[in-house]
């Protein structure tokens, strides 16, 4: 007995050695498998009680997934925002939903017609969608732009008139205004000069350019013509400010009229030489035959820039700055013809009259028309028949220079008024009278116009 057990002593002790070592090794496996399979203690069954041998995603561990390229990533738990927000954002569907389509793709939303305007312009269906604003009529109308312009008693330009301080009437009837703004409009300007006036006078005019460039902004576009016995452009329509001054520049080459002796009935021979304070008048002599003076063309001049205005764009305030001395002779158009293309077109004249024409004698004399001599009040009847105002009579080189940034700043600084009216093509002429609610108060505008008839 005594021999059996140390026999079974000896043994067991190798055996609890060997138990041992297979403890601690099934032991640490244990804590290892887990750890490998990402912390699962219960692997997913299939539904007959076996472990599915299909590989399963890992878990979310928290770490964000990198950022696209293309768009920004979108917020956990939301859809990404479309890039057009006029179109609707429909939810997802549903699995349920997508099996019943027989597993075919739906075909995306067809895209909407798209309407492109030129820039600056609203399409006509949503002008009656917009506040704070005059709403256009909708019936066929013609519309009827007035430009105006308010000053005092002293020149200066009124600001600060809302629609509510105009009143217009058409032909002695009052309308109803659907359109008034105070913004300045770009300027499409023709530029008509005088260069068969007197040579001294000429010459003014001359050193005058530089301020007349610099009366105009970069964003206005302006041409040249000049006129005498013909008419001729010089520029056609450009914004380049600096091919306006080459123009004016090439035309200095022309000396101007009476160059030579002066003729007897030119209003700057009206005086008597003097020498030494003497005068030299000598004995009256018999009168001569004069021959008959060159033509002097205003209106063809006025009618030729007219007609390149008329093809402007609409959208621009259209003028004439004509710097002459004002006499009209042997032109092919009428006084009555221009201005109707003017009225028609909706074109304003400006004027800066120099030489002789700016005389406060002569304009008295002007008043009469004498045959050999032709007209010399037109264009005072231009400019206030198309809404420019009072002419600007200068005699000296600076004020010839104001005078340019005053008629600039004066068409920069107008009201418009709109409002609409039936045309029919026997409309005849329409009269316009502009009306303040201001006493003490200058107002210019066009006299009338000719209504377009309606496009059928």
């Known amino acids: 007995m005594a021999q059996s057990k140390g026999l079974w002593k000896g043994k067991n ?11 601690i090794t099934v032991a640490l496996w244990a804590v290892a498998l887990p750890a490998q399979t990402g912390g699962s203690q219960n692997p997913p069954q299939s539904s007959n009680g076996t472990q599915s ?46 099996s019943s389509s027989s597993g075919a793709t739906q075909p ?14 609203i399409p006509h269906n949503q002008l009656a969608n917009q506040e704070g604003v005059y709403k256009l009529p909708t019936v066929s109308v013609g519309q009827v732009m007035v430009p105006v312009t308010v000053k005092y008693s002293n020149g200066r330009l009124v600001e600060g ?27 499409s300007v023709a530029v008509v000069l005088d260069i068969g006036t007197h040579e001294v006078t000429l010459h003014q005019v001359y050193e005058s350019f530089g301020s007349l460039v610099g009366a105009f902004s970069p964003y206005d576009e302006f041409s040249l013509y000049t006129y005498s016995s013909t008419v001729a452009q010089q520029l056609d329509f450009t ?44 004995p009256p002599i018999a009168p001569v035959q004069t021959p ?10 006025i009618l030729r820039a007219a007609l390149d205005l008329g093809k402007r764009d609409k959208n621009r305030s259209k003028v004439i700055l004509v710097v002459s001395d004002g006499q009209e002779l042997g032109s092919q158009a009428s006084y009555k013809d221009v201005l109707r293309v003017l009225e028609t077109r909706n074109i304003q004249v400006q004027a800066v009259v120099v030489g002789g024409g700016a005389m406060p004698v002569w304009k008295q004399i002007g008043k009469f028309h004498l045959r050999e001599q032709g007209f010399w009040d037109l264009l005072p009847r231009y400019t206030k028949a198309t809404g420019g105002g ?6 000296t080189r600076n004020s010839i220079e104001d005078a340019y940034g005053r008629i600039t700043s004066d068409v920069r600084n107008q009201y ?41």
Not at 108 to 120: L, N
Not at 161 to 180: A, E, H, I, M, S
Request: net charge negative.
């Open 13 to 23: 002790t190798r055996g609890w050695d060997w138990l041992f070592i297979v403890g």
């Open 53 to 98: 041998s299909q590989p399963q995603p890992q878990a979310d561990q928290g770490i964000p997934d990198a950022p696209s390229a293309v768009q920004p990533p979108a917020a956990q738990g939301q859809l990404p925002q479309p890039t057009n927000p006029s179109y609707p954002i429909e939810p997802p569907q549903s699995e349920s939903n997508a």
């Open 108 to 121: 995306p939303p067809k895209m909407p017609p798209v309407q492109t305007v030129p820039p600056g312009t």
């Open 161 to 187: 008139l809302g629609p509510k301080d105009f009143t217009v009437l058409d032909n002695g009837r009052k309308v109803t205004l659907n359109y008034f703004t105070s913004d300045s409009f770009l300027l």
């Open 239 to 282: 914004h380049n400010s600096q091919r306006f001054e080459e123009a004016l520049n090439s035309i200095k080459l022309y000396p101007g009229r009476n160059n030579g002796p002066q003729q007897l009935n030119d209003p700057f021979s009206m005086s008597c030489p003097m020498v030494n304070s003497v005068p030299v008048c000598g």
């Open 292 to 301: 008959t003076r060159e033509a002097h063309v205003l209106n063809d001049a």
């Open 390 to 395: 009072q002419v600007n009579a200068e005699l």
């Open 416 to 456: 418009t008024v709109g409002y609409a009216i039936r045309s029919t093509p026997s409309s005849m002429y329409h009269s316009i009278d502009v009306l303040v609610d201001r006493g003490g108060l200058k107002i210019y505008a066009k006299d009338g116009y000719y209504p377009a008839p309606t496009p059928r």
